[in-house]
Nanobody, 123 residues
Framework: VQLQASGGGLVQPGGSLTLSCAAS????????MAWFRQSPGKERDFVAG??????RYADSVKGRFTISRDNAKNAVYLQMNSLKSEDTAVYYC???????????????????WGQGTLVTVSS
């Protein structure tokens, strides 16, 4: 599975941005997909995940971010609203064929990773 993340950029606080993750090699309908983010000097943190029938979010982004999947385009998206400076990070797309829900939050359990896209929230 190859993952290509895109859509990052510079946005002002309070603004919105949508990240895209294009998958190849396997259908996203058969994968659990997620977004993680990493700031300099920090660990890679779970942001949001989407399984075959559920979604999960980190507490810090609940109500502001929405993860979705388009099976026809074989892609996953992260709609980010009400962005804050603390959302600044490199965002990574991740995928796994089989992963239990309690393991979603730990990056070590994910099998495939995209290259990352930088999101900078600043005025």
């Amino acid at each position: 599975v190859q993952l290509q993340a895109s859509g990052g950029g510079l946005v002002q606080p309070g603004g919105s941005l949508t990240l895209s993750c294009a998958a190849s090699g396997r259908s996203v309908r058969n994968l659990v997909m997620a977004w993680f983010r990493q700031s300099p000097g920090k660990e890679r943190d779970f942001v949001a995940g989407i399984g075959r029938g559920s979604t999960r979010y980190a507490d810090s982004v609940k109500g502001r971010f929405t993860i979705s999947r388009d099976n026809a385009k074989n892609a996953v998206y992260l709609q980010m609203n009400s962005l804050k400076s603390e959302d600044t990070a490199v965002y990574y797309c991740a995928a796994s064929g089989t992963i239990i829900a309690s393991s979603w939050f730990n990056s070590v359990h994910w099998s495939y990773w995209g290259q990352g896209t930088l999101v900078t929230v600043s005025s």
